[in-house]
């Protein structure tokens, strides 16, 4: 693929919507097409967190280790963005995400994923709405949860 191609694909992605072209020919230019396989992890829990991964063709699924086992509570498709949090956290990785398909990504390394949301406000603030959102969506699910066990109690 072309550094054009990977820029288009960039500005399919929620978060970079808003971005100048020239500006994701740059960002295109400093992120490398990673390849998964089924069963291999992009990122692990745990580990530390250095680059966030745009998931280009594939699905993945997002794991954590609960006191009963691994649950599965996310599955990511073409478009969606992951590893962020562990970057703007400086902390290690709160879930493993592994390929459910053959995936294709763009990683973007933890400084450049840094300059952008510094250059373009518009991009943090679109990457704060994402963890919003999906505050909202563990909160909800979680609330479910509770109410489902004190159902069954």
Same mark, same amino acid.
């Given at each position: 693929?072309?550094?054009?191609?990977?820029?288009?694909? !960039?500005?399919? $992605?929620?978060?970079? /919507?808003?971005?100048?072209?020239?500006?994701?020919? &740059?960002? #295109?230019?400093?992120?490398?097409?990673? %390849?998964? *396989?089924? @069963? =291999? +992890? %992009?990122?692990?829990? @745990?580990?530390? @967190?250095?680059?966030?991964?745009? %998931?280009? *063709?594939?699905?993945? =699924?997002?794991?954590?280790?609960?006191?009963?086992? $691994?649950?599965?509570? /996310?599955?990511?498709?073409? +478009?969606?963005?992951? @590893?962020?949090?562990?970057? %703007?956290?400086?902390?290690?990785?709160?879930?493993?995400?592994?390929?459910?398909?053959?995936?294709?990504? &763009?990683?973007?390394?933890?400084?450049?994923?840094?300059?952008?949301?510094?250059?373009?406000? =518009?991009?943090?603030?679109?990457?704060?709405?994402?963890?919003?959102?999906?505050?909202?969506?563990? *909160? +909800? =699910? !979680? #609330?479910?949860?509770?109410?489902?066990?004190? #159902?069954? #109690?």
């Amino acid at each position: 693929m072309s550094l054009e191609e990977d820029a288009t694909l !960039l500005s399919k $992605v929620d978060l970079f /919507a808003n971005v100048a072209p020239r500006r994701l020919k &740059l960002l #295109a230019l400093a992120s490398s097409r990673v %390849l998964f *396989t089924p @069963g =291999e +992890n %992009l990122c692990v829990e @745990g580990d530390e @967190g250095n680059e966030a991964f745009i %998931l280009i *063709t594939g699905e993945a =699924e997002v794991k954590i280790t609960t006191p009963s086992g $691994v649950a599965t509570v /996310a599955r990511l498709k073409r +478009n969606d963005i992951v @590893g962020e949090m562990a970057i %703007l956290r400086d902390m290690p990785r709160t879930a493993t995400v592994t390929a459910a398909s053959d995936v294709t990504t &763009l990683r973007i390394g933890k400084q450049d994923f840094l300059n952008l949301m510094r250059e373009f406000p =518009e991009v943090a603030v679109a990457v704060m709405r994402s963890l919003a959102d999906r505050l909202a969506r563990t *909160t +909800n =699910e !979680l #609330a479910n949860a509770q109410a489902a066990r004190r #159902a069954g #109690a």
